[in-house]
């Protein structure tokens, strides 16, 4: 249901500040860096909706994301954030399969850790943890934090959409992140199967200087992504790059500094109707 609501409330008009301010963290909030496009829900300036039925459930949605923005200082917060961990945000399914692979010496990706995924990252040498996930609202989060406290591994958030793709600012953001975050990486999202993939590709193209060919071999149902879903969106980027940037002879960089064009990409991918079926109502991606 609450995937539901934000799917909705993604869709809503909304009257947004000019410019996003960065997020202001509260003296009880839990340590979350922001290398790339801070996440508006928790900016300074609220985002108003026209529709107050919309109004009602983004101000609902805040309220979630707030609780699990808070540290875990009793012992009944800790149980409730378990539970949410693994009954709502499915973090069951991940006891038995995280999803988690190391892609190379320096990057790994995963589906959304549990504390101790984190743990037996870190004892493999882990220094970076990188969440895809934005606004979340489940235990998930300040349990992950914890763990990446208690190591002193520093915790971030880059946003990504699973089925859309980042504006040309956001992505040449993202692009010049990567350099500065200390490796080995882990790169996770909810599933590990789309956004990680995503992620994984441009990490192989922007740091690792591998072929094309390869980084797209991140995005495959090896891993739970469907090309034919609406998260086709994803092969569909990589596809354009290979079809103009690579024929012209420029770098990925300036491609998307001077070619990528998200919204023609979107306009041209026709996902189909049971794969889109199976990802969004029986996979339940986010």
């Known amino acids: 249901m609450a995937e539901k609501e934000d799917q909705e409330e993604a869709a809503a008009p909304a009257q947004r500040p000019a410019v996003d301010p960065p997020p202001v963290l509260r003296p009880d909030s839990l340590p979350i860096s922001y290398p790339a496009r801070p996440d508006p829900l928790l900016a300074e300036h609220p985002i108003t909706y026209t529709d107050p039925a919309h109004q009602a459930r983004h101000e609902q949605r805040l309220r979630r994301i707030r609780r699990w923005r808070r540290p875990l200082d009793r012992g009944r917060d ?18 038995f399969y995280p999803n988690r692979w190391q892609v190379t010496d320096r990057m790994w990706r ?88 995503f992620m994984a590709a441009l990490w192989l193209l922007v740091i690792e200087e591998r072929p094309l060919a390869e980084a797209q071999r991140q995005l495959s149902l090896r891993f739970g992504h469907i090309r034919q879903a609406k998260t086709g969106v994803l092969d569909a980027f990589f596809d354009a790059f290979g079809a103009a940037g690579g024929h012209a002879g420029l770098s990925f960089r300036d491609w998307v500094a001077t070619e990528y064009d998200p919204g023609a990409i979107k306009a041209a991918f026709k996902p189909t109707t049971l794969a889109s079926l199976i990802g969004d109502g029986i996979l339940r991606r986010e």
């Not at 009954?87 to 069951?92: C, R, S």
Request: contains cysteine.
């Open 78 to 95: 800790r149980l409730r954030a378990w539970l949410n961990m693994l009954f709502v945000d499915h973090g069951i399914l991940r006891l």
């Open 110 to 197: 995963s589906s959304q850790p549990l504390p101790h995924h984190l743990r037996s990252f870190f004892r493999k040498g882990g220094r970076a943890v990188v969440s895809l996930r934005g606004g979340q609202t489940f235990g998930s989060l300040p349990l992950e934090i914890e763990a990446c406290m208690a190591a002193e591994v520093p915790f971030h958030t880059i946003i990504l959409r699973s089925r859309d793709l980042p504006e040309r600012d956001e992505l040449l953001e993202i692009i010049d992140v990567l350099p500065k975050l200390q490796t080995p990486v882990l790169f996770h999202c909810k599933s590990g199967a789309d956004r990680a993939g």
